[in-house]
């Protein structure tokens, strides 16, 4: 419930001041940031199919970012 609250709220308030492609491209990356602290906090790795899942998001990150 706080996670997502606060999520939602920061969320909102980085679009009322920065443009909607890098706030949305940002916001979808979320998952890639948890997958190192289920590993670290968990004590349980991530399956592989996620490491390549996380490895295409910043490839397509990256991808939009050096094209804007």
């Given at each position: 419930?706080?996670?997502?609250?606060?999520?939602?709220?920061?969320?909102?308030?980085?679009?009322?001041?920065?443009?909607?492609?890098?706030?949305?491209?940002?916001?979808?990356?979320?998952?890639?940031?948890?997958?190192?602290?289920?590993?670290?906090?968990?004590?349980?790795?991530?399956?592989?199919l996620?490491?390549?899942?996380?490895?295409?998001?910043?490839?397509?990150?990256?991808l939009?970012?050096?094209?804007?």
């Open positions: 419930m706080i996670g997502t609250g606060l999520g939602m709220t920061l969320q909102l308030y980085a679009l009322s001041g920065g443009p909607v492609g890098v706030v949305s491209t940002l916001t979808a990356t979320t998952p890639l940031i948890i997958l190192p602290l289920i590993w670290f906090f968990g004590k349980a790795r991530p399956p592989g996620a490491w390549v899942g996380a490895i295409c998001t910043v490839a397509g990150v990256a939009i970012v050096n094209a804007g």
